[in-house]
């Protein structure tokens, strides 16, 4: 019995280590853009459920556009938090320079592999342009994002969908 509580600790510990290594990595706002509002709302796994490399940010980029991703590193625990903070980074640095959505999706897939051999991540990378209305979405094996209006009901954003960061370095990508 003694062993089952000292396991069921050390997983509490473990698990309180991740999340709040997790939610530190986490943006702690969201930019402040004209024309543009911003929500966001994370909660992670329930109880009894590790937490792992799930993470989103939005960035201001040049000439008033917006970027917005959302991402997933796979695994569970501290390892997996680890990876996803070093992939936002990453993902931010990128974005932030102005890059397309395509060359910032690429970059990260060759990047992946070089932090974490057995990590990979499915993410989305949404370019908006407010003055324009013009969306560019890169999609590497995550679910597509649910868009919501006070128009119409919520609905997808299909879109092509290519395979996850960090499986397979020459993999192709499309904005």
Do not use: C
Request: glycine content about 8%.
């Amino acid at each position: 019995t003694s062993i089952a509580v000292e396991k069921q600790r050390l997983y509490e510990r473990e698990r309180r280590i991740a999340e709040t290594l997790q939610r530190r990595l986490l943006p702690q706002q969201l930019p402040a853009i004209s024309n543009v509002s911003m929500a966001v709302r994370y909660l992670p796994g329930a109880a009894g459920v590790n937490v792992g490399g799930d993470w989103f940010d939005a960035v201001k980029l040049p000439d008033g556009k917006v970027g917005i991703a959302v991402g997933d590193v796979m695994g569970r625990g501290v390892r997996a938090a680890s990876v996803m903070g070093q992939v936002r980074t990453a993902f931010r640095a990128y974005a932030l320079r102005g890059a397309t959505p395509k060359s910032v999706i690429e970059r990260l897939n060759r990047l992946i592999p070089t932090l974490d051999s057995n990590h990979f991540s499915t993410m989305i990378y949404l370019h908006w342009e407010p003055r324009e209305r013009l969306a560019r979405l890169v999609r590497a094996g995550h679910p597509p994002p649910l868009i919501a209006s006070h128009a119409r009901p919520p609905a997808f954003l299909e879109s092509e969908v290519a395979i996850p960061l960090g499986v397979f370095a020459e993999a192709g990508y499309r904005n």
